[in-house]
C-alpha cells in the first residue's frame, strides 16, 4: 500500500499513480499487480488509463494468493473507486468502508462509466452502493462478485433503506460496439445479501422506454432489506 518510484515487487507505486496510468508507464495489455494490505480510499479515486481492445485490456488484480483491499474510512456521498477509463478489468480485488454511520448517502464503492470494462471476483461491502452503472455505457460485464452490508438507512425515516448491491442501469443507445449484438451489460454469478437497499436494481432513465440490453443471469440475491423494517426493499 506505500508507494515506491519505479513499480517493481521490491517499490511498487501507489495506487493513485497507477490509476492515472503511472505517468505514461502502464499500457494497453499489461497488469498492474496490487499486493497484501490495505489502501485507503480517502476521497473520490478516478481510474483513466485506458486499454484499447479484448486482448489489449489494462488489468488491474491482486497478486495471487493475496488480499488487497481498498477502504474507504467515512461516510459521504463520494464514489470511491470511478472508473472512466475504458476496455479495463478489475479483478479479485476487496472493497469496503470502515465507518459506521449509516444515517446517511455513502455513495459507490464502484462506479462505472467507462465501456468495454470487465468486473471480476469482487468482494464489496459495508459500502454505500456497492456497483454503479451509467445509463449510457455498453460493453459491461460484471461477474462472479460478491456484495454484503452495503447501504444506509434513508433520511430521517430510519424503517427505510437504500443503496444497493448492483445499481444497474441501461438505456437503449449508443449501441455495444465492444461486442456487436450482445448485451449491453452482462451481470452473472453474483451473490447479494444483507444491504439497506435492494440486490439488483435495473432500469433507464428515459421516460417511457424499459430497461435495454441487460443480462441478468445466475445471481442470487438475498435477505436484502433485512437489516431495516422496510417492505419496499428487497
Known amino acids: 500500500p506505500v508507494g515506491g518510484p519505479d513499480g517493481t515487487i521490491d517499490h511498487p507505486w501507489s495506487y493513485e ?13 499489461d497488469t498492474v499487480w ?15 488509463v485506458n486499454g484499447t481492445g479484448e486482448t489489449s485490456r489494462v488489468v488491474f488484480r491482486a497478486y495471487p494468493g493475496e488480499r488487497a483491499t481498498f477502504a474507504a474510512t467515512s461516510a459521504a456521498d463520494v464514489d470511491r473507486i470511478d472508473v472512466e477509463a475504458s476496455w479495463l478489468t478489475l479483478w479479485d480485488l476487496e472493497i469496503t468502508n470502515t465507518s459506521l454511520a449509516r444515517d446517511r448517502n455513502r455513495g459507490a464503492s464502484i462506479y462505472n462509466n467507462g465501456n468495454c470494462n470487465r468486473f471480476l471476483s469482487l468482494v464489496v461491502h459495508d459500502g454505500g452502493h456497492g456497483f454503479y452503472n451509467e445509463p449510457a455505457r455498453y460493453g459491461v460485464e460484471l461477474i462472479g462478485s460478491i456484495f454484503y452490508n452495503n447501504g444506509w438507512r434513508k433520511g430521517a425515516d430510519t424503517g427505510r433503506g437504500d443503496g444497493h448491491a448492483m445499481y444497474i442501469k441501461s438505456n437503449p443507445s449508443p449501441s455495444n460496439t465492444c461486442r456487436p449484438g450482445q448485451a ?24 417511457g422506454e424499459s430497461v435495454s440490453g441487460a443480462l441478468l443471469e445466475g445471481n442470487v440475491p438475498f435477505n436484502n432489506g433485512s437489516v431495516v423494517d422496510v417492505s419496499d426493499s428487497h
Open 34 to 48: 496490487f499486493r497484501a494490505g490495505t489502501y485507503t480510499l480517502d476521497q473520490h479515486r478516478p481510474i483513466t
Open 17 to 29: 499513480h497507477a490509476f492515472t496510468g503511472a505517468g505514461g508507464a502502464i499500457h494497453p495489455g
Open 184 to 207: 449491453r451489460i452482462v451481470v452473472k454469478d453474483n451473490v447479494a445479501f444483507n444491504g439497506f437497499g435492494f440486490g439488483i436494481h435495473a432500469y433507464t432513465d428515459r421516460a
